[in-house]
């Protein structure tokens, strides 16, 4: 089971503008942080399928769980290359102290191999929100992150998402964009997306240039819907590819009232996610 920290805390206050009523930035819930770990996830991802291949064995599925168990085969080997590197290059692609003790100490066991995996790390929060009484709208906004400690083993194509659901009316996407930060190419704004109605958006971007892995992605999400919405869900996700080679985006967003879902399509594995709601 992958493990998910969560850090959450709350500040209230408000402040008001007629006719509109707007809470700032630093009156949302501040960020809620997550880190996951790829090696973890290649052997979530492939114990869920190889029981689901018993169940309804197809082609697509087969080929999946021979995909992922060549990876997870092969990741020893990619720790034991990373031990040549110095304290200083591994720090260079962001891996933090407690990986590279674990990288230079590895033995190939289970054990030591999540630990010096790559992790990825996000957080998500409402960033803004407010009404105005004039068009009786209510706009809001979602803020999301994500950014890997070390180098994948897998370097394809992720999938991020974020969604936004209200109590009383649907949130309609008015914008949003994916900015991510690369080592050679610098900063790229994703044009890969997909956006479900009155749900979210997800984007699919490619996680590494020539040089290396991204450095940052930051997601925004703008909404609109009608009346005053007393009651918001929103949420985020972030899936990994497993395998290379996928040509959809790879996570699916439900919504229904203002509870928000996100599952992983074939060949990516929900690395984290999290929903939550704010009442006004």
């Known amino acids: 089971m992958k493990k998910i920290t969560v850090i959450l805390c709350t500040i209230f206050s408000l402040c008001i503008v007629s ?5 700032s930035a630093s009156d949302m819930q501040h960020p809620v942080s997550f880190c996951s770990n790829e090696y973890q996830s290649l052997l979530n991802e492939y114990d869920r399928l190889s029981k689901e291949a018993l169940v309804k064995p197809n082609t697509a599925n087969v080929s999946q769980v021979t995909s992922l168990k060549a990876s997870i085969e092969s990741y020893p080997s990619y720790i034991y290359s990373l031990q040549s590197k110095s304290y200083e290059e591994l720090k260079q692609f962001n891996y933090t102290d ?3 003790s674990a990288i230079k100490d590895y033995d190939g066991s289970e054990q030591m191999t999540i630990a010096a995996s790559a992790t990825v790390s996000g957080s998500v929060s409402l960033s803004s929100r407010s009404y105005n009484s004039s068009s009786n709208k209510t706009t809001a906004r979602v803020t999301a992150t994500v950014r890997w400690n070390g180098v994948p083993f897998v370097k394809s194509a992720d999938t991020f ?3 936004l659901a209200g109590s009383s009316a649907n949130f309609m996407r008015t914008s949003s964009s994916l900015r991510v930060v690369y080592p050679t190419s610098g900063t790229v704004y994703g044009s890969n997306y997909s956006v479900t109605l009155g749900a979210g958006v997800s984007y699919k971007f490619g996680i590494a240039d020539a040089s290396g892995v991204f450095s940052s992605a930051t997601l925004t999400y703008d909404a609109i819907a009608e009346g005053n919405v007393t009651v918001i869900g929103f949420g985020a996700a972030y ?3 497993v395998t290379s080679g996928l040509s959809s985006i790879g996570i699916s967003i439900g919504v229904s009232g203002v509870g928000i879902s996100f599952s992983a ?3 990516n594995d929900l ?3 999290y929903a939550s709601t704010r009442v006004y």
């Open 19 to 23: 006719p509109v009523k707007a809470e």
């Open 98 to 100: 407690s990986q590279i």
């Open 161 to 163: 998402s974020t969604a």
């Open 239 to 241: 899936s990994h590819a």
């Open 265 to 267: 399509n074939l060949g």
């Open 271 to 273: 690395m984290w996610q």
